[in-house]
């Protein structure tokens, strides 16, 4: 199975000066050009959730394939819907089917898809506080755990299988860049992909850079 990855995508930043979208097509040609079987997105695919869910739905009917996607924290942004919180925002993008944080997506006998947003909690620069969460009402780090806890109710329901786990969030600090780290992830998520022992490839996106690092039995992937 040929599988694409993809992050940040960004789609309402990416028109040309007469307000033309030139990433959707570019996107779709590499989706056709490589063969794919099925794209994955690690989240803010734009900062307006409609927006996001649309650039979803046109690289499914532009390419044929299926196009799994986490949230990013830009695609619960509410500026363009002030009647609306973030977890409202999250809900409604639940409604999407192929939206991970649903659970887990089966991609082939024996392997899964699973992934949340996830959240940040300053844990890679612990001696410095987080100015606090701008879209939640709780704590940042009581955000971290309850991304954690879904993540962990997808683990269970995969029965096992092989899986891929997308989180929109960075899990090792190998990944962030200098002085981005405070909002960049979380120490616990990384900690929870490694205990399971199902996690082959764990993919995220934020911070706007590529990398691949193998720990243990995961290999890390950083593709935005």
């Known amino acids: 199975m040929r599988i694409g990855l993809l992050a940040d995508i960004h789609v309402d930043l990416n028109y040309t000066d007469d307000g033309e979208d030139f990433i959707t097509p570019a996107v779709c040609d590499s989706i056709l050009n490589n063969n794919l079987d099925v794209f994955i997105t690690a989240g803010d695919l734009s900062d307006d959730y409609e927006l996001s869910l649309n650039l979803v739905k046109r690289i499914e009917k ?16 509410t500026g363009n819907h002030p009647n609306l919180s973030s977890l409202e925002i999250y809900n409604l993008m639940q409604e999407h089917p192929h939206n991970l944080s649903n659970g887990p997506i089966k991609l082939k006998e024996g392997w899964n898809a699973v992934g949340d947003t996830c959240w940040f909690d300053g844990s890679f620069l612990p001696d410095i506080q987080t100015k606090g969460s701008r879209l939640w009402d709780k704590s940042d780090r009581e955000m971290c755990t309850w991304f954690e806890q879904r993540l962990e109710e997808a683990f269970a329901e995969s029965n096992g299988d092989n899986l891929i786990a997308v989180s929109h969030m960075v899990p090792i600090i190998d990944f ?49």
């Open 176 to 224: 962030t860049r200098p002085g981005k780290e405070l909002e960049a992830g979380s120490i616990g998520l990384g900690e929870l992909l490694a205990s399971c022992k199902n996690v082959k490839y764990s993919v995220c996106g934020h911070v706007h850079g590529r990398n691949e690092i193998k720990k243990d039995e995961t290999v890390f992937i950083c593709q935005s």
């Open 62 to 77: 532009i390419t044929g394939r299926g196009c799994l996607f986490v949230p990013g924290n830009h695609d619960l942004f």
